[in-house]
């Protein structure tokens, strides 16, 4: 979103002290003119039940990178709400520890793109939820 040449709608408030102008964000989205449909950024079907997400995360030798990794997961959970479901399994030598996160998240492949980025390609699943007929 936050691209040069990006026309952007902040809603916040503008304060002028000292001859300085301070603006204070607080929700920014990408505009949209009256021609163009909010359709052309949600998927084709918008799932009705929420779905679970695995995020599978190998512990390293390196402690802190893997701090610094899990803390970049959890940034970027907060940067798509939604319904579904997180747990993220962290694979040790020893066992596999599964966390469910509170967080709820919205699926879409810039979610997996970002995630993937940082822990690898198929670092992540998602199933979806099937009610019975």
Known sequence: MWEEGKILLVEGTVKSRDDRINITCYKVRQ??????SEQENKPATSPTQPRKIAINMTQSEEGEEDMTRLNNIMKILTRYPGQDTVLINIVTTE????????????????FAEEIEGIL??????????????
């Open 120 to 133: 690898g390609k198929n670092s992540l699943s998602l199933r979806e939820n099937h009610q019975p007929t």
């Open 95 to 110: 066992e596999t520890v599964n966390l469910k996160i509170p967080n709820t998240v919205n699926y879409c492949p810039e």
């Open 31 to 36: 505009y949209q003119t009256d021609g163009e």
